[in-house]
T-cell receptor, first 116, second 113 residues
């Protein structure tokens, strides 16, 4: 059973370009969470999605950032017009359901974004 | 009220010693407290988790102690090994509501051989 998959693992963008990060949850998992980790810091929640729905985006910056989890295919975190402060590791986590004993979140290997 | 405070920031332990990492929270609605282990360049991996209806949970060399009244929980690593050298994060969530995890800032553990 494959774990959470993220690609690309490393992404280099110049200021003003777009970054698109992909996350394929574990098989059977329909809940996806995106977190951002800045150097020497813990993970900060960004957005929580279920298939075709954004459940909680309270951690997302109001501008330039968007996320989706379509009926088919991976979840996408999109950052438009990237700035140097967007440089970070972005992690995706999935869980089979929300609430109860099955809510454990399993993390992918992350995408390390570097903005030049 | 959503914060999880973790200490110490870094920890050096001799091989075979006990590593202890502490976390404190404020939101009494939290009902799920996992610990994650992260190696450089990797994603966090779930180590062990506890719910507030028990005061201790042990899995191998790893033990979580939970003090509901003090709103504190800690990770104990017995017989620490060089392979345990990693960054450890505590976290908390309202699992019943499916909320996101709130993470502590992490503890970098170094076990000397």
């Amino acid at each position: 059973n494959a774990g959470v998959m993220q690609n690309p693992r490393h992404l280099v963008r110049r200021r003003g370009q777009e970054a698109r990060l992909r996350c394929s949850p574990m098989k059977g998992h329909s809940h996806v969470y995106w977190y951002r980790q800045l150097p020497e810091e813990g993970l900060k929640f960004m957005v929580y999605l279920q298939k075709e729905n954004i459940i909680d985006e309270s951690g997302m910056p109001k501008e330039r950032f968007s996320a989706e989890f379509p009926k088919e295919g991976p979840s996408i975190l999109r950052i438009q017009q990237v700035v140097r402060g967007d440089s970070a590791a972005y992690f995706c986590a999935s869980s089979p359901r929300a609430g109860g004993p099955e809510e454990t979140q399993y993390f992918g290997p992350g995408t390390r974004l570097l903005v030049l | 009220q959503q914060q999880v405070k973790q200490s110490p920031q870094s920890l050096i332990v001799q091989k075979g010693g006990i590593s202890i990492i502490n976390c404190a929270y404020e939101n009494t609605a939290f009902d799920y407290f996992p610990w994650y282990q992260q190696f450089p360049g990797k994603g966090p991996a779930l180590l062990i988790a506890i719910r507030p209806d028990v005061s201790e949970k042990k899995e191998g060399r790893f033990t979580i102690s939970f003090n509901k009244s003090a709103k504190q929980f800690s990770l104990h690593i017995m017989d620490s090994q060089p392979g345990d050298s990693a960054t450890y994060f505590c976290a908390a969530s309202i699992a019943q509501a499916g909320t996101a995890l709130i993470f502590g800032k992490g503890t970098t553990l170094s076990v000397s051989s």
